[in-house]
């Protein structure tokens, strides 16, 4: 499979604690925003979506936050598994046509 | 319903040689778009196409093409080949494109010798 990331920021967690993945995003016209979780040999996977007019948004074992005062985005994963371990990224995009631009990605080491 | 699907799923060329990607997107997506993924810059947007037009085109050199069919199936073409290119090119579909989540295949990594 594919090596993704050599240089990415890594976050390491106990197996059953919470994570929380950090984004930052520069663009002040985007208004949807979106968190992909990537698994070694295979192509991103959707997480959760969140649009600019909502600051939080819940999925299963997931949560999206959303500051758009200082342009912050963050995915909380609740009790974290060993099934976790993967790259995040979020990704950004203005209204319109316009295509989604990726962050670099954050690595989610889960430890048994 | 079948996922986006990608052929082949590696390959191997030399500088010089060109290369052609298929992607085939989920069945009733209009919009396909092509990314670039390498270790040090990440997913880098090569091209989206809506209904055999191309709509949105990334900051890559023309060497990079792509086109897409009737039937919404897409290819991708990587002419006169350069180490640089050596990554995952992943394929994308989604609906209408826009503020939509896209559905990505697992890509064709392509090794460039």
């Known amino acids: 499979g594919e090596s993704v990331g050599l240089h990415l920021p890594t976050l390491s967690v106990q197996e059953g604690d919470n994570s929380i993945i950090n984004c930052a995003y520069s663009?002040?016209?985007?208004?949807?925003f979106i968190w992909y979780k990537q698994e070694s040999g295979k192509g991103p996977q959707f997480i959760i979506d969140i649009r600019s007019n909502m600051d939080k948004r819940q999925g299963q074992r997931v949560t999206v936050l959303l500051n758009k005062t200082v342009k912050h985005l963050s995915l909380q994963i609740a009790a974290t598994q060993p099934g976790d371990s993967a790259v995040y990224f979020c990704a950004e995009n203005e209204s319109g046509n316009t295509p989604l631009v990726f962050g670099k990605g954050t690595r989610l080491s889960v430890i048994a | 319903k079948a996922g986006v699907t990608q052929t082949p799923r590696y390959l191997i060329k030399t500088r010089g040689q060109q290369v052609t990607l298929s992607c085939s997107p989920i069945s009733g997506h209009r919009s396909v778009s092509w990314y670039q993924q390498t270790p040090g810059q990440g997913l880098q947007f090569l091209f989206e196409y809506f209904s055999e037009t191309q709509r949105n085109k990334g900051n890559f050199p023309g060497r990079f093409s792509g086109r897409q069919f009737s039937n919404s199936r897409s290819e991708m073409n990587v002419s006169t080949l350069e180490l640089g290119d050596s990554a995952l090119y992943l394929c994308?579909?989604?609906?209408?494109?826009?503020?939509?989540?896209?559905?990505f295949g697992s890509g064709t990594q392509l090794s460039v010798l």
């Open positions: 663009n002040s016209a985007s208004d949807y």
């Open positions: 994308a579909s989604s609906h209408h494109g826009g503020n939509e989540k896209l559905f």
